[in-house]
């Protein structure tokens, strides 16, 4: 089965920190580019950073950019989403999608487009998405 796989979330303390994982299963990340949004109660999706795989080009939203950093492992195909200073506000459903690289689609746009969906789509028509990973972030 294809399918991308988040983990790592959990309870952290205000200041605190995690890393999220995002692995691919059934496929490789080679031509594919990878991003992470979340989904705040109340709120629409965000686009938070994503990576075109094969060259590392990366993209990170403003008010990440200087917590939030992306690694990856190729051997494994995991896309890592390593957050630090993490904020009450930052408490959110993390989820990963993925989607084969459009060379006339620059990463800011993939990712903004996908944003504007609002929701966590169902089915592949817009990449493989995973069913998230719960960020809590109390004292």
């Known amino acids: 089965e294809v399918e991308v796989v988040e983990s790592g979330g959990g309870l952290v303390q205000p200041g605190g920190s995690l890393r999220l994982s995002c692995k691919a299963s059934?496929?490789?990340?080679?031509?594919?580019?990878v991003g992470w949004l979340r989904h705040a109660p109340g709120k629409g999706l965000e686009w938070l950073s994503g990576m075109r795989w094969g060259d590392e080009t990366t993209v990170s939203a403003a008010s990440i950019k200087d917590r939030f950093r992306l690694t990856k492992d190729n051997s494994e195909n995991i896309l890592y989403l390593q957050m630090n200073h993490l904020q009450t506000e930052d408490t959110a459903m993390y989820y990963c999608?993925?989607?084969?690289?459009?060379?006339?689609?620059?990463?800011?746009?993939?990712?903004?487009?996908?944003?504007?969906?609002?929701?966590?789509?169902?089915?592949?028509?817009?990449?493989?998405w995973g069913q998230g990973t719960q960020v809590t972030v109390s004292s």
């Open positions: 059934g496929f490789t990340f080679d031509d594919y580019a």
């Open positions: 999608a993925a989607d084969k690289f459009k060379p006339q689609v620059p990463l800011t746009r993939w990712m903004t487009a996908i944003q504007a969906l609002g929701t966590r789509p169902v089915g592949s028509a817009f990449g493989y």
